[in-house]
């Protein structure tokens, strides 16, 4: 079993998602013994933006198949500016390649990536579930889009949110995350978001 761990948070040792995409990835290895786990810290290395002369270079070439080879991602996925980092954005932008992991054909999309499982860790200073920045939200919604598309249309999101509201909000809203990852009983077969 090969999982691709990624991290993308500028935020370090206080970063939230990485705390909580350590925590699926120790879940997995729990529950599934020989799992084996490529990292990727995109903040600490970062992808260069894809260009086209960049496409089908080698560079950019590993990364795919870094992502193909994968059966389970997790996703350490920060809100910034009411999207996901741009760092992140990059690694998507190398991992959409047509006739790779989507193609077009006479029924309209095919996603060629319907096999893997994926696990979102998703961490935002303010609240977006509800209330009036709820339409201001672009992270989760825009990583629903990119997933489904190459076909993993159902990817476990384990949110944080609140994270910036004060030491109580933040402390609570990691619990409950830590909690939802907790209770994955079979981290092979992540529930439905
Ligand atoms: C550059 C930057 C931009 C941010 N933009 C937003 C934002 O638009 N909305 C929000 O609710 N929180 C925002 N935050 C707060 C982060 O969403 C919050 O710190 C979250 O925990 C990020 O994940 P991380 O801790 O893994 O970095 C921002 C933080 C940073 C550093």
Redesign the pocket.
């Known amino acids: 079993m090969q999982l691709l761990h990624l991290d993308s948070?500028?935020?370090g040792d206080?970063?939230?998602?990485?705390?909580l995409s350590a925590a699926v990835v120790e879940r997995y290895r729990q529950h599934v013994g020989a799992v084996a786990v490529d990292y990727r810290d995109l903040a600490a290395t970062p992808l260069p933006h894809i260009t086209l002369p960049r496409f089908g270079t080698e560079a950019a070439e590993a990364v795919l198949a870094e992502f193909v080879a994968a059966d389970i991602l997790v996703l350490?996925a920060?809100?910034?500016?009411?999207?996901i980092p741009s760092q992140l954005k990059s690694w998507f932008d190398h991992i959409l390649v047509a006739g790779k992991t989507f193609r077009y054909g006479a029924g309209g999309v095919e996603g060629l990536a319907a096999a893997k499982k994926a696990v979102v860790v998703l961490?935002?200073?303010?609240v977006?579930s509800e209330g009036p920045?709820a339409a201001?939200e672009h992270a989760e919604t825009h990583l629903r889009a990119m997933l489904g598309f190459i076909g993993i249309d159902r990817p476990q999101f384990i949110v944080?949110?609140g994270?910036?509201m004060g030491d109580e909000p933040r402390r609570a809203a990691i619990d409950a995350a830590l909690a939802a990852v907790a209770q994955v009983e079979d981290a092979s077969e992540p529930a439905v978001a």
């Open positions: 948070s500028i935020q206080t970063s939230v998602t990485r705390l350490g920060p809100m910034y500016n009411f999207g961490s935002r200073g303010g977006y920045a201001m944080a949110e994270v910036a």
